[in-house]
């Protein structure tokens, strides 16, 4: 009874508990982790937000930049575009936390300093050609221009002052640049890099983010440990002091380098920050107030974009802290709509491009050809003005700037024609009639009039189509601008791609939260008594059961436990721990199968001892030879080793009485243990009908393999006469068929067991092999199963037929088979013929030949009638006609069983 109670209920205890402790381990993480990701695949999938825009500075923004690091004014650039084409939030996954050099103001460099030169330079040049012709109208003395003299250099230097003070107000801070851009956009968020250090706290920059942008509406109910931290990077002061706020980009990586999950919040000594794409969420929510417990999140009366005013928001989290992202199954370019950076630089450029052009041509009189209300240099001058009072501004509003620059595209576009060209060049031809201009001035406009329009107008139409399909992606958009450069480190692994920019994880976070479909980790605990239920059932229903029927329900436990859990994950998105579970049933299946075996061996060891293993004469005289060789231990051996097995014989034997049952079974293991030894074969041992046995030691000799398969021809033959003996003698009624399986190779020999009782005997990978090869028969309708070793190891004298690469359980490396037929001057010129044609139909079958190889088998058919192997392969054909196989198929086949 006591022995029951342990059996049943101690073991499978023991072995959850010893589990338990095992999943604690960085291997278990990693096992769990791998399943985990499968599990991702059968997750109903979560939908994507469309208002979420992923910014790409890649690698052709960095070449249209054409520096690196990148000025941060192109930064400044970029969301100023993105909030007039209606970004409503923008997160920089950049740091700037160092300050940047001192840059360069090109639309000063390029446009302001030049216009302002050439009208100094004009008033200089005016003032003394004014002089001049007052001397020499006579209106000025000569004597008395001495007196103008001081004049005119006091209005040189003055003039050579202010040009020089204009050239020094192309330098520009792109700090404050970057930092008023922010403060024009409104909702932009920079990065806090929240760490474990503590000599980063007593700084300007921290004290502001402290006071400006840490969470303050937040109610702490459950200290959690591993969100506690105690020191920061924020970024730099000049670009983020009128920014929206700022969240912390650290992200967790589990131990297989996976990212499943981040921190929403985190604390620096008490106070609390989110993270970076949760804190703009947050202000798009509303602001609402928060409430951190150990298992969740819970936001207070928050305003949904799309669900309106809520009571409350519940966020769950991990025990540790983190959330786990509902990731999108698709790769990152797949991933939310994308702007890459360069299309902003590039609107930029060509909007600039045509916006000089037309100031190139304003003093030509080409704008006199527009017929709007308000001239378009003073739009342009309007738009340029703003621009800097937006930038300047302490309360910036783009509604006046952003209607007038679509006024100005929209007339651009209208006036920006060939049918305006046209009426300019019919005018150029009147003024030329009338005598107004010449002949030199007529030819160089009429040149360039169609010149100007055609490569402005270019210019315009591909400004409008990039800005149209950037409005289009930026309209009411949640924008996220990261590093995606191929020089870039910021690239991880998710559930699904092992190359994610990590950029994209802030995009999925905020999916997962506007979708509210977040995925939930069962607790440990509840997960250690789902094991222990199982494991338990499993010990009730398999006690009694024969060892057949509990494989079967132990694998159908196994196969339920893993269903059901899978099942819950994907209707309810409740993870429940896999691997646990199962690892709970099979090793309490293992262990309790183990036990019991032992139990029946040891109920068998009274017959065993009765009968001792029949070695050869070799092995006798060799011990006769050198006691010693009665101790314990073994050598290596390159050997050939022998399994066999009468199909079905657990049926056969049912059939006989035991004392007929043992008759038979004494006069065929006489005769095939006879056929071993004739051929210098040692009989290892018998396992009921099985004969194991060996080639090659004590006393090695050269042609072992060969000396193996010859006898298994013979033993194939002697069992013909054996099958005759028994049916004339009614022995039985069925004929025996024996299944030998061959392999060469290194294998450990020698006498093993106790100083009172040792076995001669043979083991190692190569001895599992050929005893895998012996089950291996069953599936090709094979009598003969050798390995491609062996194979090589013989003479052309022996027939053997070439058959699939197969990876067969316990053997990690695939093998290719061959069955041996016989010695090749017993098989008939038909046959062997047959056999030829076969190895060509399996030669097209490795190469995905299906129709041509079905053709070959079938004809071998023709001569080997019920040939099982081709009938494999033709049904094998017709299956792959069908539905071929992945094409990363190698053309190893897995052994499902032994």
Known sequence: MRKHIVQFIVIPISIVLLLSLATLSPIFEKLEGSIYNAAMLIKEDIEENPDILLVDFGDNAIKTAQVYPVSRDIYADGIFLLKELGSNYTVFDIEFIDPSPVGVDYQVLNRDVPQYIDRQLSSISKNTADLFAAVSSGDIPVKDVKEFIPDLVDMTNS???????????????????????????????????????????????????????????????????????????????????YSAGAGFTNVLIDEDGVRRKVDLLRSINGTYFAQLSFRPLLNMLGDPDIKLEKDKITLINPIHPTLGQLDKMVIPINTTGSLNINWLPKSYKESFKHIPFDALMNHDKLYNYVIKNLKDRADWGYLNAYTGGTPLLDVVNYIESEKIALFNSKSPDMESYISAKEFL?????????????????????????????????????????????????????????????????????????????????????????????????????????????????????????????????????????????????????????????????????????????????VTTFITLTAIRFLSSEKEKSFINKAFSHYLSADVIKEILDDPSKLQLGGESKYMTAMFTDIRAFSTFSEKLSPQDLVRLLNAYLTAMSNTVMDNKGTIDKYEGDAIICFFGAPIYYENHAYKCCYSAVVMKRVEVELNKKFLEDEWTKDVINTRIGINTGDMVVGNMGTDKKMDYTIMGNSVNLAARLEGVNKLYGTWIMVSEETRNQCPDTLLFRRLDRVRVIGIKTPIRLYELIEERSFVTKDELEAYSIFDKALTLFENKEWLEAKKLFNSVLEVLENDSASILYVNRCNDYIKKAPPSDWDGVFKMSSK
């Open 159 to 241: 003039t050579k002052d202010d040009v020089v003070n204009r050239i020094q107000s192309i330098v520009r801070n792109n700090d404050i640049y970057l930092g008023q851009a922010a403060r024009v956009f409104g909702n932009l968020f920079f990065t806090i890099n929240v760490n474990p250090g503590t000599d980063t706290l007593d700084t300007p920059q921290y004290t502001f983010f402290k006071d400006n942008f840490s969470i303050k509406n937040i109610e702490v109910v459950d200290d959690i440990p591993e969100l506690n931290f105690t020191g920061a990077l924020p970024t730099n002061l000049n670009v983020s002091r």
């Open 409 to 585: 595209l929209t007339e651009l576009v209208n006036f920006i024609t060939t049918d305006s060209a046209n009426t300019m060049l019919a005018g150029l031809e009147q003024l030329k009639e009338a005598g107004v201009i010449d002949d030199d001035n007529y030819n160089t406009i009429s040149r360039d009039i169609p010149s100007w329009f055609n490569k402005t107008q270019e210019a315009l139409t591909q400004l409008m189509d990039i800005r149209e399909e950037l409005k289009d992606k930026a309209d009411n958009s949640f924008a996220i601008i990261g590093n995606t450069a191929t020089g870039t480190t910021d690239i991880g692994t998710n559930p699904f791609e092992k190359e994610y920019m990590n950029v994209g994880t802030h995009a999925n976070v905020v999916n997962t939260i506007l979708n509210q479909q977040y995925i939930s980790l069962m607790p440990r605990l509840f997960v250690l008594i789902i094991a222990l239920i199982s494991a338990l059932l499993l010990t009730v229903v398999i006690r009694n059961l024969p060892p057949k029927r509990s494989m079967i329900i132990g694998i159908f436990a196994l196969v339920i436990i893993i269903a059901i859990l899978a099942l819950i994950f994907r209707y309810t998105s409740v993870y429940i721990d896999l691997l646990f579970p199962a690892l709970s049933i």
